[in-house]
């Protein structure tokens, strides 16, 4: 039995049901098709699957959260994604117009996202420290993650990862009911801005941060 079999997925079983009926419906072949749109880096170029808990940030949401990782990593930082790829499809997208650019790695359980090369890093949070080792500790400049599940098994875990890579700074995307244990488990404080999803989330979702931020207020 796997750590995080009963973990809170992020959909109720009525909106689970919904799903399928719109897929079964509109002729699409569903969340298993792996398709790449003609832009590879356009958030939404891999289609969602809910079955891992995917749900895509919306255009603006992907860029307010890239913009935030590019000034804070500062020029030529390096950025992790964790579980957090239309975070680095924006970043990707804003940084060829940039010339203070950043690197960015994503670090994804989906194999799809192999797609980008050696910027992709195969990752399962059930091994939280099993990483190739070219992924220095402390090598991050930020991390930016947003973990599948809503539970403290699961986050505590990403959390390991999150230590693991950043020099320092954090910026965690999740339910807001994850707060008590974002403030334990990182020091870290909820944000006003609100992130949105390209399909509305049951749950209410936040970003949390341990340094000083304009999403703050
Ligand atoms: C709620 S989504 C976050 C995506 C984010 N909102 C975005 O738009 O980039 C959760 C992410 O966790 C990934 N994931 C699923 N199972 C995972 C696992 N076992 N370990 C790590 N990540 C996983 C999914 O592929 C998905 O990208």
Not at 151 to 161: D, Q, Y
């Amino acid at each position: 039995m796997s750590d995080c079999e009963d973990d809170v997925p992020r959909l109720s079983a009525e909106t689970l049901a919904a799903l399928h009926e719109f897929y079964a419906e509109s002729g699409r072949t569903g969340p298993e098709q792996n398709s790449m749109k003609t832009d590879k880096f356009s958030v939404g170029a891999v289609e969602e699957d809910w079955r891992m808990s995917q749900f895509w940030y919306s255009e603006d949401t992907a860029a307010r959260l890239a913009e935030e990782v590019m000034q804070q990593a500062g020029e030529h930082g390096r950025i992790a994604c964790i579980s957090a790829p239309s975070v680095y499809q924006k970043l990707k997208q804003l940084d060829s117009t940039r010339s203070d650019s950043v690197s960015a790695v994503l670090l994804e359980f989906d194999r799809r996202f192999a797609a980008y090369g050696d910027e992709f890093v195969f990752y399962d949070y059930n091994n939280p420290l099993c990483l190739p080792e070219d992924l220095l500790p402390q090598s991050f400049d930020i991390v930016i993650a947003d973990p599948p599940y809503l539970s403290e098994e699961c986050l505590g875990k990403v959390a390991l990862t999150i230590k693991y890579l950043t020099k320092g700074k954090i910026l965690l995307c999740t339910g807001a009911i994850m707060e008590e244990p974002a403030g334990k488990l990182m020091d870290l404080k909820i944000c006003s801005f609100l992130p949105k999803h390209n399909h509305n989330l049951a749950n209410e979702f936040r970003c949390y941060v341990n340094y000083e931020s304009s999403l703050l207020s």
